[in-house]
């Protein structure tokens, strides 16, 4: 996915995803529990850092604790879920069929048990006892209503991409749902530990109506339930006693909405907020040595990329393409705007995203991908080539983070070493977030800074956007032979096959340069000395991480 984020450090918009900005780096810790290998040590920026596979367990339980996050949720409705600010607090709230878990391994949630007896079917055996927030207690009716709302075009839901193969969801059993694919798909499970999974109380939605995620109650069955929303400020969980599973540590959870970076980063230093993910990159050095609190880094998922907008005029070229790319300075975008935390890339997936394939898969799907080492005197031969010296080509920027600023800046500097006139388009955080939804707002822009974070562990969750109008395809790319080999790689249900046909497709998108690559990014968190237990994984994003905070001492 890709997101928005503004100001933190990153924006992003699921399908996907952007970032936020910090500083320097360092770190605490070993590699992932998971045996996924993160970015590498040394991203070739000169800075070392090691991934964390978590944080301290709590000791104890807290009355409450205060987070930082760069924006306000529009909505928390769980079908608009689609970006940071929105999963950061409802994954603590609502539940899904499946559950992501800190480890990045798919487990069970709200369906103890998940079986598919055919390619074509699965069956989702519900907990039974499992209470919503007001009291109902969930049934397969829930279920069948809450995908429902999904599949629904008139909710022109965010996650509707994750059912397109889907025939039909029944109930089939007082605690049990029975989904029917067209065709096989290796995605949709996965998926339903994601936003796309969650399960809300029908009477609670329908009883909403059209405020459901803006006011009252969400109605679900997290191990928080939604407390009081201070609109411009913050919004408050409260702990749900009545929860199935372990409960949360803490009585309360409050997130406050700080859109400057400065001030969400001071926050933290003060102890107005305990802590908080999207770190900006330019505080990194800040926070580690503060002295407050500890700042981790963990398995991210994320990629830096400068999203191609159009195939038409001066970027239909693949040429020109490729030249912005062998003119870019990865490494030193990383030590400016990663703070040294990440490392150059020419893959548009993250190592990390292929763990569970052989290895034989994963050295194919690296081999001879875009280069990240600068050869200006062939960028200059190629856009010779092509014919587009002098032509101009705008990307987008913004101040929501300064690692967006500084990418279009290094893309704005590349074209200038290359004779390609590249204009900077400044537009408002608002504006930015806008070019994840809204074609319009893409007019007269060519390029823009893009982070895409995965919702699932699985590199095809990425090279799907290429799919003939799938819906990050912002440049409109269409190759019949690529969306064959997403549907097959889709359908497969050997996992080596599938891998293999994924990696075809990763060359593809490399070859044709559908966006360039610049960097992966690690998940970033700081917590100040008074809590801990909160994951250093992009989990967070669906995994009911703040029922884990606690005291630290």
Not at 319 to 347: H, P
Request: charged share 20%.
């Amino acid at each position: 996915m890709s997101t928005s984020q503004a100001g933190a450090g990153t924006r992003i918009l699921r399908r996907r995803r952007f970032v936020a900005p910090a500083a320097a780096v360092a770190v605490l810790a070993l590699s992932l529990a998971t045996g996924c290998a993160g970015p590498p040590k040394d991203g070739g920026a000169g800075v070392s850092y090691k991934l964390s596979a978590d944080t301290p367990p709590a000791k104890g339980g807290l009355d409450s604790f205060t987070w930082a996050v760069y924006a306000e949720p529009p909505t928390l409705d769980y079908i608009s879920a689609f970006d940071y600010p929105q999963n950061t607090i409802l994954s603590n709230v609502c539940e899904s069929l499946m559950r992501w878990t800190p480890q990045l391994t798919l487990a069970p949630g709200l369906a103890e048990k998940a079986s598919s007896p055919d390619p074509t079917t699965w069956i989702y055996d519900l907990r039974p006892d499992v209470h919503f927030h007001d009291g109902g207690v969930l049934t397969a009716d829930d279920v069948v209503y809450s995908l429902g709302r999904q599949t629904n075009p008139d909710n022109a839901a965010a996650w509707a991409q994750q059912f397109q193969n889907v025939a039909g969801i029944t109930k089939t059993g007082p605690l049990q749902v029975t989904v029917k694919l067209t065709q096989p798909d290796s995605q949709f499970n996965q998926y339903m530990a994601t936003a796309a999974g969650v399960v809300a109380s029908k009477a609670g939605i329908e009883a909403a109506g059209k405020d459901y995620g803006t006011s009252g109650s969400l109605d679900c069955t997290g191990p928080f339930r939604l407390g009081t929303w201070n609109k411009g400020q913050s919004v408050e969980l409260q702990r749900f006693d009545d929860y199935w599973g372990p409960k949360a540590k803490s009585a309360k959870a409050v997130f406050r909405f700080l859109t400057d970076p400065s001030a969400r980063v001071n926050a933290m230093l003060t102890g107005e907020a305990d802590g908080g993910y999207l770190i900006p990159t330019e505080s990194y050095d800040r926070l580690r040595s503060a002295g407050n609190g500890s700042l981790y880094f963990g398995e991210g998922l994320s990629t830096v990329n400068v999203n191609v907008t159009t195939m038409t005029g001066v970027l239909g070229d693949v040429r020109v393409r490729k030249a912005l790319s062998l003119a870019l300075d990865r490494s030193g975008f990383v030590r400016t705007g990663l703070g040294g935390a990440g490392s150059a890339t020419g893959s548009l997936t993250t190592r990390a995203a292929w763990a569970a394939a052989p290895e034989h898969v994963r050295t194919e799907a690296f081999e001879g991908l875009t280069p990240t080492a600068p050869d200006v005197d062939q960028a200059k031969a190629l856009i010779k080539e092509a014919g587009a010296t002098g032509k101009t080509v705008t990307v987008a920027t913004s101040p929501i983070g300064q690692d967006v600023a500084l990418l279009a800046t290094a893309v704005q500097a590349a074209g200038a070493k290359i004779g390609l006139d590249v204009q900077l388009k400044t537009i408002a955080p608002n504006a930015f977030t806008a070019l994840f939804t809204d074609p319009k707002a893409r007019e007269g822009i060519d390029l823009f800074p893009e982070t895409y974070y995965d919702s699932i562990t699985d590199p095809l969750d990425l090279l799907a956007n290429f799919r003939t109008g799938a819906y990050q395809n912002f440049a409109s790319y269409s190759d019949p032979a690529y969306d064959d080999l997403v549907k097959r790689a889709t359908a497969a249900t050997d996992s080596t096959e599938r891998f293999t046909l994924e990696a075809q497709l990763q060359k593809t998108a490399s070859e044709q340069l559908l966006w360039i690559p610049v960097a992966e990014w690690p998940t970033t968190v700081f917590l100040n000395k008074r809590i801990t237990g909160a994951p250093t994984t992009i989990s967070y994003l669906y995994y009911p991480w703040a029922a884990d905070v606690g005291a630290a001492r």
